[in-house]
Structure formats: structure tokens, C-alpha cells
């Protein structure tokens, strides 16, 4: 079996490569170890910056995501007790977010992509990753009780942090980057309207919270635990009490409750390798980045990813060149950085740290009373947080 490319993963990145290159004629084969239904339940991230709802606009599936998704022109930043709001249209020349979750949009390109004709073949197994540093990668996988092999000129690995793309490299030429935080996040899915209107990001002395939402009828709401801590210890009536008394304000607000529909806790790190790319396998999103979500970049970036990668194998099929393939890595790992740098600046300014005195405490504060008071300092956190134009 033969496609152009191949690509290793059904999530937002590959979906999304799949999209852009059938655009420029491109062929492709989207291979994925879950199932349809698996995937487009799985529950992700929900902020869509403003270049990722225009491109999803581009491609002509942006219909349900307008009509379900929910914008948004702002976030609030509580502290002392007090909350000030980052108006994004007015820093940021227009530009604002979108709430829409991330199995939201990959049931539409799924559904796209299967309605143009589009290859994307779910419950794959064994896959494996041969002759990436040659001229014709090979894919063996297994699908419907018979094994395949896929030639293919390109490989895009959009498999996640887990998947086998990134294990295809020899490890001498790959240089990583961690960091393990010092807490996780207590999440859950409640059946109960927000309690306020927009995305609220809280620093107190007891640790961070935020309250976000899925729809008008369902909040998602966080709060800073533990690492290590089982979610045993977390029932319902002690994770409502924490959020009230996190989330408290002197001016005349409350916290609706509802329902637990879900909850859990996520570890937070952040992680990069370089390059991504070794001969004509790409790296992609999950698989080659992960930053913590206090910054909403996660899905984003792997868009992002993408559209540098279609475009470069589009320059390449339609010139002959390999200047976009040659300078991919370099020109992804820009923003890539500039997201680790904007999602570890939230998380360092709004948690508390096992090793925090008095003295760096009141330096968390002083950030944030001085974000919210200057225009230039409101201003480059709504860029960064809408999504840079140039990075």
C-alpha cells in the first residue's frame, strides 16, 4: 500500500495535516490505535485561540464550533480577595478566544474528512515506524486482522506523548527538555451553569483554582493538589468547600454547585525535544511538546505545528525544494518556546510552590497587581494568550 504521507495519530494534529494537504492535493493516510468513539469522547482542552478558529474556518468546518462554541473577550485574575478583568479585543486589536472542547473539533474533522473521501482508519495495532531516514518510509501496522504495510514519502508523528513516532528515533539524536511542577490539578465536570462569565484564573495563600466552563449548562472548574494525591481523598463536599473558599471575593458574588459528572487529578509538566525532525519523520504536537495548561496551549500548538508542516510539504511536491522541510523544525520550535515560556510565567506566577517563604509570595503578588494595572504588561498576556501573530 502506498500513500504521500502518513500519519501516525487521529487527534487534532493529524486530523488537522490530513485537512491541509488534501487541500494542496496532497494524499494521506491517518492511522489511529483507538477507536472512532474513543477519540471523539475523549475529554481535552477547551480553548481554541483565535488563529486556530480561523483556520478551522478555512478549512470549511467551523460551522458547529460557531454555533456551540462559546467566545470569549476576556479572562479575570483573582487576588486579595478582589477580581480584574483582561479585556482581549481592546489589547490585542480585535482578537479573541474560543471555548469549544477539543473532542468537539475533532468530531468535525473526523467528520469532514470522512466526507471528502479522506483515509483515516481507526483500531490500528502494532504499528512501527521503518526507513525514516531514507528516502521511502515504511509503516507496518495492523488493521482488520491483516497486517499493512504503508510506503510513503513523509511521515507526520501526531501520536502523543506515548506513541511510537517519537520512540523511531535514535535517542543520540534527540535532545529533551523537562520539568516536573510541584502540584497537580483536581478537576471536575459539574452539571451546573458558570458561575461567572468568563475564564477565572485565582491565586490564594491555599493555592490556585480556576473556573472554566464546557457549555452554558456545564462547568469545569480546578484546583491545585498534590501531585500524589488520590482522588479518594477528594469527595464531592470537600472539593465544593475548597472552591468556595478559594474562589471567595468581597464583592457580592457566589459559587453555584451541581453535580460531579467527572473527576480526577493530572500531573503538570513541561517538555520539549529537539529537533523534530530526523530524515522525513515529523514531530508534531503531544509527541514532540507538552507544556502545563495554565496557559491553554496545548491543542493549539499542535495546530500550529501542523500548518508549518503542510505548507512545507506542499513547497516541497509543488517546487522540488526541501528549504520549508529543512527549516520545519526550526520555524515550529519559535513558537513552541514561546508557548513553554507564556505557560510556565502563569503557572509560576499563580501557584504556590512547596518552597515558597513569605518573600516570594509577595513577589507572585506584586506581578499580578502590576499585569493588571499596566496596559503594556495586561496587554502582552492577552497576546500571548489569544494566540501571537508572529512569534
Avoid at 475533532?106 to 467528520?111: P, T
Avoid at 481507526?122 to 497486517?147: I, M, Q, Y
Avoid at 470537600?238 to 467527572?262: C, F, K, M, N, Q
Wanted: net charge negative; hydrophobic share 40%.
Amino acid at each position: 500500500m502506498r500513500t504521500q504521507v502518513g500519519i501516525v495519530g487521529a487527534g487534532p494534529a493529524g486530523l488537522m495535516l490530513s485537512h491541509l494537504l488534501a487541500r494542496h492535493g496532497i494524499d494521506s493516510v491517518v492511522l489511529e490505535a483507538r477507536s472512532r468513539e474513543y477519540v471523539e469522547a475523549r475529554v481535552r482542552a477547551g480553548v481554541l485561540e483565535q488563529g486556530t478558529v480561523d483556520l478551522l474556518d478555512e478549512i470549511g468546518v467551523g460551522e458547529r464550533m460557531h454555533s456551540e462554541g462559546l467566545v470569549h473577550e476576556g479572562i479575570e485574575l483573582r487576588f486579595d480577595r478582589a477580581s480584574h478583568r483582561i479585556p482581549f479585543p481592546e489589547l490585542t486589536g480585535g482578537r479573541s478566544i474560543m471555548l469549544y472542547g477539543q473532542q468537539e473539533v475533532v468530531k468535525d474533522l473526523i467528520a469532514a474528512r470522512l466526507a471528502a473521501g479522506g483515509d483515516v482508519r481507526f483500531d490500528v495495532s502494532d504499528v512501527r515506524l521503518d526507513k525514516v531516514d531514507g528516502d521511502e518510509p515504511v509503516v507496518s501496522f495492523r488493521h482488520g486482522g491483516e497486517d499493512v504495510e504503508l510506503h510513503c514519502d513523509f511521515v507526520a508523528g501526531c501520536d502523543g506523548f506515548h506513541g511510537v513516532s517519537r520512540d523511531a528515533i535514535p535517542k543520540s539524536e534527540l535532545t529533551e527538555y523537562h520539568r516536573e511542577y510541584p502540584f497537580g490539578w483536581l478537576g471536575i465536570l459539574a452539571a451546573v451553569a458558570p458561575s461567572a462569565d468568563e475564564v477565572t484564573y485565582t491565586y490564594t495563600d491555599r493555592g490556585f483554582a480556576l473556573m472554566s466552563l464546557r457549555s452554558p449548562q456545564i462547568s469545569r472548574l480546578y484546583l491545585q493538589v498534590d501531585p500524589d494525591d488520590d482522588i479518594a481523598n477528594w469527595p464531592d463536599r470537600r472539593i465544593w468547600d475548597e472552591l468556595h473558599t478559594r474562589l471567595a471575593i468581597d464583592a457580592d458574588w457566589s459559587l453555584a454547585e451541581g453535580p460531579v459528572l467527572e473527576k480526577g487529578i493530572t500531573a503538570m509538566r513541561s517538555f520539549v525535544v529537539e529537533p523534530l525532525r530526523y530524515g522525513r519523520l515529523f514531530l508534531t504536537g503531544d509527541a514532540a511538546h507538552i507544556v502545563p495548561p495554565t496557559g491553554a496551549k496545548g491543542m493549539n500548538l499542535a495546530i500550529a505545528d501542523v500548518a508549518v508542516l503542510a505548507d512545507a510539504i506542499a513547497h516541497s511536491y509543488s517546487t522540488g525544494s526541501s528549504s520549508g522541510l529543512d527549516g520545519y523544525s526550526t520555524t515550529a520550535l519559535r513558537r513552541v518556546w514561546r508557548a513553554q515560556h507564556f505557560s510556565w510565567w502563569m503557572t509560576s506566577m499563580l501557584h504556590q510552590f512547596p518552597d515558597d517563604d513569605p518573600y516570594q509570595r509577595q513577589l507572585q503578588l506584586s506581578q499580578l497587581r502590576y499585569t493588571v494595572a499596566s496596559q503594556a504588561a495586561a496587554a502582552s498576556l492577552a497576546e500571548n494568550y489569544v494566540g501571537l501573530l508572529k512569534v
